[in-house]
């Protein structure tokens, strides 16, 4: 069974950083991608970044490109998301997902992941 747990999220005023850290246990996969997906309140789950968990290859979602950056410590079994330059749309809950092995799908659909976190929450203010 996989487990994963965010941290790391928080308050902070727009211009601010953070960086979400995700934290698998369990079996885990080396062919698998790891994904941040995030809620804001009233809308739909949207795709905001993903990791190859071995190849290192990193896709964004247009609205944070140039701003988050995604990140791996296979050590650690750890993925991270550095938040920059946040501003108030940001404000959301994050979640961190894991698809499952082998995998060679797209990244960025909920239904791709197969492991999901318990989220946690971020908020800019303005």
């Known amino acids: 069974q996989v487990q994963l747990v965010e941290s790391g999220g928080g308050l902070v005023q727009a211009g601010g950083s953070l960086r979400l850290s995700c934290a698998a246990s369990?079996?885990?996969?080396?062919?698998?991608?790891m994904g941040w997906f995030r809620q804001a309140p009233g809308k739909e789950t949207e795709f905001v970044a993903a990791?190859?968990?071995?190849?290192?290859?990193?896709y964004y979602a247009d609205s944070v490109k140039a701003r988050f950056t995604i990140s791996r410590d296979n050590a650690k079994n750890t993925v991270y998301l550095q938040m920059n330059s946040l501003k108030p749309e940001d404000t959301a809950v994050y979640y961190c997902?894991?698809?499952?092995?082998?995998?060679?799908?797209?990244?960025?659909?909920?239904?791709?992941?197969?492991?999901w976190g318990q989220g946690t929450q971020v908020t800019v203010s303005s």
């Open positions: 997902a894991l698809t499952g092995p082998y995998y060679s799908g797209s990244y960025y659909y909920t239904t791709d992941y197969k492991y």
């Open positions: 990791i190859t968990w071995s190849g290192g290859s990193r």
């Open positions: 369990g079996r885990t996969f080396s062919s698998s991608v």
